[in-house]
């Protein structure tokens, strides 16, 4: 059998150049590398922003066993956006990891919806958000378990079991509040009302959600829609509550237009990486 | 609030085979919500697979007054205790 023949000086510049993936085992990340990017960024935007607005509840929930409840929530949703942003990171071939997507971003360039960062106000317009997020999440989730791209799915399949169980209590506590005094029902109706307009956004198909269905990288949202509703509607009939009035939606989170609720929260998460750069802990 | 709402006393079985054990307890309004915050009491570091709660108005406690009669009389009595019984080695959570 010949022996190989030599790696000569320039064969390794040509080898040093191309991706870590081997330019020829990863040809798919050229081909998708923006609008991967770009839905990357938007998953792991929502999860982080409303992770960090949960972790405000942290010492101020009604009692400690609801603390822990949001905390746990906060936790899992952090943890999966480290996951989409390392890999928007890796996909956006910069040398960004998650950290300095979360951290050394400005406003504009957040992609989350606009209902993550809405304020917690009291708990029952925490939990109406939690419950209309957690639902979308979930069918979007079990969706992109079966994405064309094996690292999404990865991330999905295994984060899709923790939203399972935010829907469930959001649910539980929705139908309860709902269901309760005057005044829980009073305030979980205004809870709903207030995030209302913002579901449509979730459901938005813009340019590039388009294209990413096209790539076999982001489902169906009519079809994300049906089960959505389906699964709301059955919500508040336990809750004995009448869904809101149709709301004018807001959009434009999506394109990095957001309200002025998240420069404040980006400010809080973002002061002690910024002022201290290189904190270890 | 929750000084409103019942307590309930959290059991977890750490895993299958095992029994489940007392491990402390939560308020909730109700026993869904219950097992749910001892869920999320109890279990986020992978302390168990099954979980158990018991609203505690239902547990049935001895008198501390009646601890004399209740538990001294068993002091003396070591033939009690199976150590004189040798146990397999492969007969495992005696």
Known sequence: ?281 | MSKDWPLWEVFVRSKGGMAHRHVGSVHAPDAEIALRHARDTYTRRMEGVSLWVVPSASIIASDPRDDAQMFDPAEDKIYRHPTFYNIPDDVKHI
Request: a negative charge; aromatic letters at 8%; glycine letters at 8%.
């Open chain 1, 1 to 281: 059998m010949p022996s190989l023949p030599p790696i000569r000086p320039e064969d390794e510049e040509v080898a040093l150049k191309t991706r870590p993936g081997g330019a020829f085992d990863a040809p798919v990340d050229e081909e998708h590398r923006a609008t991967l990017f770009e839905m990357l960024l938007r998953l792991g935007d929502d999860s982080l922003i409303l992770g960090q607005r949960l972790g405000e509840w942290c010492g101020h929930a009604p009692s400690v066993e609801v603390d822990l409840s949001l905390a746990n929530i906060a936790l899992d949703l952090i943890g999966q956006a480290t996951h989409f942003l390392n890999l928007a990171g890796e996909i956006e071939g910069r040398g960004r990891d998650g950290d300095a997507l979360a951290f050394h971003r400005d406003v504009l360039d957040f992609r989350n919806c606009l209902l993550v960062e809405q304020p917690n106000g009291d708990f029952a317009q925490t939990m109406a958000r939690q419950l209309l997020f957690s639902a979308w999440q979930k069918r979007l989730f079990d969706q992109l378990a079966a994405s064309s791209d094996e690292r999404v799915a990865a991330i999905a399949a295994k984060a899709v079991k923790e939203v399972a169980y935010h829907e469930e209590l959001a649910a539980e506590w929705v139908i309860r509040l709902g269901d309760g005094t005057d005044e829980s029902r009073a305030r979980m109706a205004d809870g709903l009302d207030w995030m209302w307009r913002f579901v449509p956004e979730l459901f938005e198909l813009d340019e590039a959600a388009a294209d990413a269905n096209g790539r076999g990288l982001w489902p169906d949202v009519d079809l994300l829609r049906t089960g959505y509703d389906a699964r709301l509607q059955t919500v508040l009939a336990e809750a004995t509550l009448d869904a809101p009035k149709p709301q004018r939606p807001i959009l434009g989170g999506r394109r990095g237009h957001h309200s002025e609720h998240l420069g404040h929260l980006i400010a809080v998460m973002q002061f002690l990486p910024r002022t201290y750069p290189d904190a270890v802990w």
